[in-house]
């Protein structure tokens, strides 16, 4: 537990430090960029499919980094290609206000994932060195805005499932999710995990109110 508080802590210091010059975002003027975006998020940004995540209700600062990430390419999300391309900063952080003003809608644990998800979830895997997913996260899924760590209550467990397979992938190959910095912390996390661990954690943070 003292390590996953101690990774809190720096992370809290480099994600501060990383987008202090961010645009503060008008959610109005969001509204009226994102009719596009609805096609796979939805209109209020509660994506009907699993395969595209919600964007209703995440932190603004996390989404605004991660519109950021895609349009500069230190994401690649394939079903993105060119949709931010020409987009401004402030555009990018309108969008993140807009859709964080707006309220994300639920999803449900497995209950056969629950006892599994709940440990990685709150106790990490310890003898592999993974920290508790809710010491950046928070007890109750919702993230640490300000830090601009994400929230994961209520978003697709699928999604969840297949960004930490990315991580996982990104720890040792470029052509996964590489974009959680120089610290490194999701993809050391997620390479820790198994497939039946991630599967759970996933089920678990989804279900979280």
């Excluded at 990774?7 to 202090?20: D, E, M, P, R």
């Amino acid at each position: 537990m003292k390590r996953s508080v101690a990774i809190f802590g720096l992370l809290i210091g480099l994600s501060q430090g990383a987008s202090a010059a961010a645009p503060t975002g008008d959610a109005d003027a969001g509204k009226g960029m994102v009719a596009v975006c609805a096609a796979c998020h939805g209109a209020d940004g509660n994506s009907p499919a699993p395969t595209f995540p919600k964007l209703a209700g995440q932190n603004e600062r996390y989404l605004f980094k991660q519109l950021q990430d895609i349009r500069d390419g230190a994401r690649p999300v394939p079903t993105m290609a060119g949709q931010l391309d020409g987009k401004s900063d402030q555009e990018l952080a309108d969008i993140a206000a807009f859709y964080a003003a707006q309220s994300r809608s639920g999803s449900q644990t497995d209950p056969a994932l629950l006892e599994l998800g709940e440990k990685v979830y709150r106790a990490g895997v310890a003898e592999r060195g993974v920290p508790a997913c809710m010491a950046c996260h928070s007890p109750n899924g919702k993230g640490n805005a300000p830090a601009g760590f994400p929230s994961l209550a209520g978003q697709h467990a699928e999604y969840i499932a297949t960004q930490l397979e990315m991580y996982r992938k990104g720890y040792e190959d470029e052509t996964g999710r590489t974009n959680d910095g120089d610290t490194r912390i999701m993809r050391s996390t997620a390479f820790g995990l198994s497939d039946k661990e991630i599967q759970a954690v996933s089920s678990y943070a989804a279900g979280l109110k």
